[in-house]
């Protein structure tokens, strides 16, 4: 079977790389048993990458990447690399892939699977089937807004400045992917931003309900100010279907609808390009948990965020729905059979840990597959 599927692999610091290594294993699973194979190339990002090059996103991750038909992401960053200069911080490795391959539309799916309902911080009513997905804007907004900056006033004191702005274009194109995203779901987008302080929150309210009004009339659309979404996502969060929103509230509000659902280390993400004549689309893929440095190196990292983010490459970059099936199954049985790592911990529970949690998970595809 020719590996034909182009992947760059990007394991980065604190619990990527351990994470990483179970996807690895996964993927070796698939082209062993599934004859999926990826031809797959691994680079450096963040404080690794820094470390190696001097840069945290040196320009061959960056060609690299573009030559890919999909990027498998860990994480980066960590305390060691707190005092280095603001353009060479670890962050950049991922702000700068985001950027250069345009990709625009991040998908954060918030999911409480039945075995976790416990480990919501909500009483189980609350969470029991949540299912959200959080679509954030991820080139634009104030992460990348000009002009920014620290100066000095001329009477001596500092003025520090970032720039919210969105083109007409920008807003309209990511609303595209949520109104999309919600018409394979439940049909409702909660578009989010704060229309009633910021111009630019009052320009996206507006660019989104003409796309809706002209392509997505079927769509249910409601409008909801950040602060608001953030108070009803902790009240009562079974509300939403698709939240859209920029990159800054779509960062908030994805970490806290991450927190309900119990468990960061569980959790997954897409970041999509737009899509290209032919099919192709520039995509990465990685786990929202972060490096996690207060673990790493432990060995105790759960591996299910990025073995989910695995499956979600392998749904939308490469069309394998049955193989994407047989990861989320196999991690919902092993957790429905009593195996935790610690952040999920519960009482009765047997925890593990990283790799002992990857053999669990390659024993039960080897179950569904027989
Ligand atoms: C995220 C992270 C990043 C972001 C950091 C690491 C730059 O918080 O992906 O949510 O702010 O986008
Ligand atoms: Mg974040």
């Not at 320009?59 to 690399?81: I, Q």
């Not at 919902?332 to 952040?343: F, I, Q, S």
Request: glycine fraction near 10%; aromatic fraction near 6%; proline fraction near 5%.
């Amino acid at each position: 079977m020719p590996a034909n599927r182009k992947l760059l692999v990007l394991p980065g610091d604190g619990i990527g790389p351990e994470v990483m290594a179970e996807a690895l294993r996964v993927l070796d699973w698939m082209a062993a048993r599934r004859a999926v194979s990826f031809d797959v190339t691994e680079g450096l990002v963040g404080g690794a990458a820094l470390e190696a090059t001097g840069h945290p996103c040196p320009d061959e991750t960056v060609a690299a990447a573009k030559a890919a038909d999909a990027v498998l992401f860990g994480a980066v960053g960590g305390p060691k690399w707190d005092k280095v200069e603001f353009e060479r911080r670890p962050e950049i490795g991922i702000l700068r892939l985001r950027k250069d391959l345009g990709l625009f539309a991040n998908l954060r799916p918030a999911l409480v699977l039945d075995p976790l309902v416990d480990a919501s911080s909500l009483k189980p009513d609350l969470v029991r089937g949540l299912d959200i997905m959080i679509v954030r804007e991820s080139t634009g907004g104030i992460y990348f807004g000009e002009p920014r900056g620290i100066e000095t006033l001329p009477d001596g004191t500092r003025r520090g400045f970032d720039t919210e702005s969105y083109t007409e274009a920008e807003i309209a194109r990511v609303a595209r992917v949520a109104f999309g995203l919600a018409r394979q779901r439940r049909g409702k987008v909660t578009s989010v931003e704060k229309a009633n302080v910021m111009l630019s929150g009052r320009f996206w309210r507006q660019v989104v309900t003409e796309v809706h009004a002209a392509e997505f009339p079927d769509v249910t659309l409601e409008h909801m100010y950040a602060d608001n979404c953030a108070m009803q996502l902790a009240a009562r969060p079974k509300q939403f279907d698709v939240i859209l929103a920029s990159n800054l509230f779509g960062d908030l509000l994805s970490d806290l609808a991450a927190a309900l659902t119990g468990s960061l280390g569980m959790l997954p993400s897409a970041t999509l390009g737009a899509e290209q004549p032919g099919g192709r689309r520039a995509a990465l893929y990685e786990p929202i948990h972060g490096s996690a440095p207060d673990i790493a190196g432990r060995g105790i990292a759960n591996p299910c965020a990025m073995l989910l983010s695995t499956a979600m490459m392998l749904r939308i970059s490469f069309g394998l729905e049955a193989e994407a099936r047989l990861i989320e199954t196999a991690i919902e049985h092993v957790l429905g059979g009593g195996l935790r790592t610690a952040d999920i911990m519960a009482p009765g529970a047997a925890r593990v840990g990283t790799s002992v949690m990857g053999d669990a998970v390659l024993r039960e595809l080897e179950k569904l597959a027989a």
